[in-house]
């Protein structure tokens, strides 16, 4: 879908259909054309509300208020209606106040999540007639937005909602077709980007570095694990920042096999390794002044006659040693492995995402990720900029009693906890053993099993795959890149 914009009047657009926002259900406003005809349709102008008046061609959407998230789900909202006609394309205002470029980009944002679709396996696919967005510059709330202010704020939506999507593409591939050694080819794709770099790493590396946590979950699938290590490398960067994904292309729970009902969903373990390629593609592409290295360990967690079993005791990187209690919690294995890697390129800041555990979810629901760590600062900048971007997020706290849960009496630490109660935050003090003194206050863990996959749509994700974590992550390195 493109999106134009022009320095043109919308009250002048009389031959496109206009799409006008009724904000805050005030249908006294002046931009507002059919009045009556709304009071009389019962239009409540709720979020998520749509209402098309064919006398004067204007789509009216229900906006809760002006805030950027708000705009971005009447954009969406807007397009989901709009992509269902044989309309080709509407025209609208910036709803911009005082905040231009911030309302702006989160339109854009809206309008391209929106645009999504996940065809690949569809013998018939039905193709949208509705291809062009033309968002006029002199509307009812302002007359004064620039050109220049526009078009950074569409370029910067544009990429920031491109990555996301680019995640879920990732995330929504099947397990026959997205192998590890598929996500290490996508990953290598990026190399095209100016100052990117990939370099994917096999079996005998692994062994090399002792990375035997990795190693064991990997040990009944068909297909080898690899390393994956994307870099952004800019001049002048002012920090490393050192993103790790769990990329697990499948997981069927091991040994300690999931019930049938719990794997359908599984190609989605991968999501937290498509969101730290995303998050690179997107920083590499809005030119930001941080080094960033995404590190994705990509495997499977199959079963056979070789598999890693309950009783192992496992020896990580960093020469911890690992009781498995439960092979279906092998995502925090690859991590510990991956964790221990990347540190040795020395991070200013370090990041952590995955679809970890159902404990999250049971937490926070299913559309918010959990965030956790030391470092109170650093959980509360990036809590802020998330709620920027859309996303939703809850901390997690660190609890030194339930520390005690993961003891084991055989080997340094337990893959799982003792207790049914409090699981996302024991996986998190789990990834804790495998962070270095010196980088755990630069350290945050985000738990994303809640919204990267729902089987049915919310806001302006479809069902699938949302990209979770691109847009709050990339919103947040643009804070920082200001300070």
Known sequence: MQIEIKNQKLNEQKETTRIVFVVAKDFTHSWIEDKDTLSMLDFKAENEECLFVATHNILYVGCESLDADDIRLAAAKAYEYLQKTTLRQA??????????????????????????????????????????????????????????????????????????????????????????????????????????????????????????AFLAVNRASVHPPKLIHLTYKPEDAKKRIIYVGKGLTYDSGGLSLKPSEHMVTMKADKSGGAAVISILKGAAELKLPFEIHAIIGATENMIGGNAYKPDDVLIAKNGKTIEVRNTDAEGRLVLADCLAYAQEFKPDLLIDMATLTG?????????????????????????????????????????????????????????????????????????????????????????????????????????????????????????????
């Not at 911030?102 to 944002?109: D, G, H, P, R, T």
């Not at 945050?444 to 990209?467: C, M, R, T």
């Open 359 to 483: 404990a999250c979810v049971v937490a926070l629901g299913e559309f918010t990720t959990g965030v956790m760590g030391h470092n109170e600062t650093l959980k509360a900048s990036f809590a802020e900029s998330c709620a920027k971007s859309g996303e939703l997020s809850g901390t997690l706290p660190f609890n030194k009693h339930l520390k005690k849960l993961i003891k084991s009496s055989v080997a340094d630490i337990s893959n799982i906890s003792s207790s049914r109660y409090g699981g996302a935050i024991t996986a998190g003090l789990f990834l804790d053993h495998f962070i270095e003194e010196e980088n755990k206050d630069k350290w945050l863990h985000l738990d994303i099993a809640g919204p990267a996959y729902v089987e049915k749509a919310w806001g302006y994700n479809p069902f699938g795959a949302s990209g979770a974590g691109v847009r709050a992550n990339l919103y947040w390195m643009i804070d920082e890149a200001k300070k």
């Open 91 to 212: 025209c609208i205002g910036t709803y911009s106040l005082d905040c231009p470029g911030i309302n702006i980009k989160a339109m854009v944002e809206g309008f391209t999540l929106a645009s999504y679709t996940f065809n690949a396996y569809k013998s018939k696919k039905e193709i949208s007639k509705f291809q062009k967005i033309i968002l006029c510059l002199e509307d009812y709330s302002r007359s004064d937005v620039s050109m220049e202010t526009a078009n950074k704020a569409l370029n910067a939506g544009t990429i920031i909602a491109k990555a996301t999507n680019f995640a879920k593409e990732i995330v929504n591939a099947i397990p026959h077709d997205m192998t590890p050694l598929a996500l290490a080819n996508v990953a290598q794709t990026l190399s095209a980007l100016p100052n990117v770099t990939c370099e994917v790493m096999d079996k005998d590396f692994l062994e090399a570095q002792g990375m035997n």
